[in-house]
């Protein structure tokens, strides 16, 4: 358990790199009781930089309790917290807005915004800095020029996208920018295929994650890949099946898009880190989404880069031991970053 006086000097060191100015508008969003005791941190936090800082909170929304459904808030349709949202100049969103309409509504206003939800220990375990910016920054020159990005690895993963049709996302932790939308603890670069351009084979090997499942697979799970969507999910054991029916469960076809593609940069994080935090990982799961060197893989929605599949079916699979080349140039090989300006 953290004090809340630690809460707030980790928050004000959050807000700081975010550059909060005295005159600036902060507003929390909450919902329901979750997170209550980061909210009132972040506000105390603010006040004392002399922000103008408020909260809101809004109930907690029914279908919490079922399964996961990327993109569908508790505030959507919700006008007049919409519209205050636009007027903040930074909202920390401790309700999560990932993939809504509303999320990409706000930030296009101006608006930064910065979702926190991970257990304190692991946010400050992973506290952004200026460094992990340069790298992620990096990855997004090099991403952002790249025309093709092939991945490997030895146990038969081979897969091509075509890229630069969509922009490139980065992830270090804080928001500075007009707009621009980070989260807490995270560090990796993305972007995504040309749509119906990404061809090959995913070999999910043991040690990889579900990140949605918060596991780690036991058995391979291989996906076929045709134009931009899986069309098999074969294995023998338990995962290939929970997967697939997972998937299958949403009713809808767009659940088996291939979604955003990046590689992790953040050296805090291991790709084992949930399994030794094991009951303290339940949120996001930041470390299995960042951890250096993983090759980021996903299905599901790409509003998030500016697409329109929304598909409330949203499956992150980081990747171990996995080579991605960029243009033929070596990104990762094998796990390893093979960039120095991107090295741990
Ligand atoms: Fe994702």
């Known amino acids: 358990m953290a004090t809340q006086l630690e809460m707030v000097k980790v928050f004000t060191k959050q807000l700081e790199l975010c550059k909060v100015k005295p005159h600036e508008t902060v507003i929390v969003l909450t919902e329901g009781d979750i997170r209550a005791d980061y ?41 007049p917290v919409i519209d205050t949202l636009k007027k903040a100049d930074i909202v920390i969103d401790l309700m999560g807005m990932l993939f809504s309409h509303e999320q990409n509504e706000i930030c296009a206003t101006g608006t930064r915004m910065l979702f926190v939800r991970e257990p304190f220990d692991i946010l400050a375990q992973n506290m952004p800095s200026p460094e992990l910016r340069a790298r992620v920054e990096y990855g997004e020159k090099l991403l952002g020029a790249a025309k093709t990005m092939h991945i490997t690895s030895d146990n038969g993963t081979d897969v091509t996208y075509e890229l630069g049709q969509y922009r490139v996302m980065t992830q270090y932790g804080y928001t500075d920018e007009p707009g621009r939308w980070d989260h807490m603890g995270t560090g990796q670069v993305l972007s995504q295929g040309v749509d119906g351009k990404v061809n090959g084979k995913v070999v999910i090997a043991p040690g990889d994650a579900i ?45 088996y898009a291939i979604s955003h593609i990046g590689w992790g940069l953040l050296p805090s994080a291991k790709w084992y880190s949930n399994i030794i935090t094991k009951t303290r990982d339940a949120e996001i799961g930041v470390n299995m989404l960042s951890w250096h060197g993983n090759v980021l893989f996903s299905l599901g929605p790409n509003t998030e880069l500016g697409g329109n599949n929304d598909t409330a079916c949203h499956l992150d699979i980081p990747l171990r031991r996995h080579t991605l080349k960029l243009d033929g140039q070596t990104i990762v090989e094998n796990g390893k970053m093979m960039i120095p300006e991107m090295a741990a």
């Open 39 to 79: 909210g009132e941190a972040f506000l105390l936090a603010a006040r004392e930089m002399g922000a103008n800082s408020f909260l809101i909170n809004v109930p907690l929304r029914e279908t919490r309790v079922m399964k996961s459904m990327v993109g569908r808030t508790a505030i959507a349709g919700n006008l």
């Open 211 to 255: 990140v949605a499942f918060k596991r780690h697979v036991e058995r391979p799970v291989e996906l076929t890949i045709r134009d931009g969507y899986v069309t098999s999910i074969d294995g023998e054991g338990i995962d290939a099946a929970m997967m697939k029916d997972f998937m299958d469960s949403y009713n809808d076809p767009r659940a």
